[in-house]
């Protein structure tokens, strides 16, 4: 069901290991939009854990991600999105049922100097609110 079926909106953010960067997202969009839409995040081959550079870029913005952990794509809500937002895995993203497909081409920022760590997740916050203001229920 979509949103105009009187469903909430729903989003979901895939990256490879949904360690890094689709759990940022999904942070970020839970502190915009709180329980008015419903928020996933999931990997093509979760590595199980969250990336400390992911708990600590989050941690800069006032968010906690200590009690997060990294998931498949097998242990979300089984439903058709209404965004289903990959986030540079290409190929290794699996296809997921959503009325609307997203690619961010977005660099894993695991290894990188720490002020490019911090570029990407704020191209991510700000692809996330443009995101979230566009969607017309």
């Not at 049922?97 to 760590?117: F, H, K, N």
Request: positive net charge; contains cysteine; charged residues 25%.
């Amino acid at each position: 069901m979509s949103a105009s079926e009187g469903k909430k909106p729903s989003v979901l953010f895939v990256c490879v290991a949904n360690s890094c960067r689709s759990q940022m997202a999904e942070a970020i969009a839970k502190s915009v939009v709180g329980e008015r839409w419903e928020v996933w995040s999931a990997g093509s081959q979760p590595g199980g854990r969250v990336h400390p550079v992911a708990i600590q870029m989050m941690k800069e913005l006032g968010l906690d991600l200590t009690s997060h952990y990294s998931k498949g794509v097998d242990q979300i809500p089984s439903r058709r999105w209404d965004y289903v937002v990959t986030m540079g895995c290409g190929d290794a993203c699996p296809s997921v049922p959503g009325s609307r497909r997203l690619d961010w081409e977005i660099p894993d920022p695991i290894g990188l100097p720490v002020a490019e760590t911090r570029r990407i997740r704020d191209q991510i916050a700000e692809l996330v609110r443009q995101l979230l203001r566009s969607h017309r229920g």
